[in-house]
């Protein structure tokens, strides 16, 4: 679009996350890695994995999008993606990210499962029993207790994995669903808790994709 003679409008910059953000990478395989953003700019946006993985292959680099939760949705960034020092092979590089699609989707990947919960509601902060009914990486679905209101705040221990894994934090109430559970965003939660929560999150979520592959194989034609 011209503005008046020899004026042209300049085209909005694209979206970026922000540092210590958690994007996806998206690889040319397909394969998907939650990842922590370090910088971000309109030359690169740099990024460590956050999950163990073996050292990326120029090829699985070739076409990798990232893809992050913006103020319209969902966007994925393209650009040249590289590892640039082999001594860190989890920190990659995404010279001149440009947007390629805004997405109106989930900020993360929700895991309906049943996982206790222990809810410290008020001053005396004595604990309530309760569970999930699904679980994100940006918060839970609360099934009660029922004395909970939206924009009610609370500190809640979950138990992901019986004598193994636990996080803790501070939860928010942002609203009720048609059955009276709570769905809570997490207010407070260390980087660390959140990096374990993560962790589980996609080790269930490839855990899952892989048995969908072999039960296709199995009884595929």
């Known amino acids: 679009m011209r503005f008046g003679r020899g004026h042209v409008a300049k085209a909005k910059p694209a979206a970026l996350p922000?540092?210590?953000?958690t994007v996806t990478l998206i690889l040319s395989d397909g394969e998907t890695l939650p990842a922590r953003v370090l910088e971000a700019g309109r030359e690169a946006v740099q990024v460590a994995i956050m999950v163990p993985t073996q050292p990326l292959r120029p090829s699985q680099l070739e076409g990798m999008v990232l893809e992050?939760?913006?103020?319209r949705g969902r966007i994925r960034?393209?650009?040249?993606?590289?590892?640039?020092?082999?001594?860190?092979?989890?920190?990659?590089?995404?010279?001149?990210?440009?947007?390629?699609?805004?997405?109106?989707e989930r900020e993360w990947y929700r895991l309906e499962a049943s996982c206790p919960v222990l809810v410290y509601y008020e001053a005396?902060?004595?604990p309530i029993h309760s569970y999930t009914a699904d679980i994100s990486g940006g918060g839970?679905?609360?099934a009660g207790p029922d004395l909970l209101r939206v924009g009610d705040q609370f500190d809640f221990q979950i138990t992901l994995i019986a004598g193994q894994l636990v996080i803790g934090g501070r939860g928010?109430?942002?609203?009720?669903?048609?059955?009276?559970?709570?769905?809570?965003?997490?207010?407070?939660i260390s980087d660390i808790e959140q990096r374990r929560l993560v962790?589980?999150?996609?080790?269930?979520?490839?855990?899952?994709?892989?048995?969908?592959?072999?039960?296709?194989?199995?009884?595929?034609?």
Request: charged share 30%; aromatic share 8%; net charge negative.
């Open 124 to 126: 005396d902060q004595l």
């Open 68 to 71: 992050f939760v913006g103020p």
């Open 172 to 188: 928010k109430v942002m609203r009720l669903d048609a059955q009276g559970r709570r769905a809570v965003a997490f207010e407070t």
């Open 77 to 104: 960034l393209s650009g040249r993606a590289a590892v640039q020092d082999p001594a860190e092979p989890d920190v990659v590089r995404l010279e001149e990210p440009n947007p390629l699609e805004v997405l109106q």
């Open 18 to 21: 922000q540092p210590s953000d």
């Open 199 to 221: 962790r589980f999150l996609f080790d269930y979520q490839r855990a899952e994709r892989h048995r969908r592959l072999e039960m296709d194989g199995r009884y595929g034609s």
């Open 140 to 142: 839970f679905l609360l």
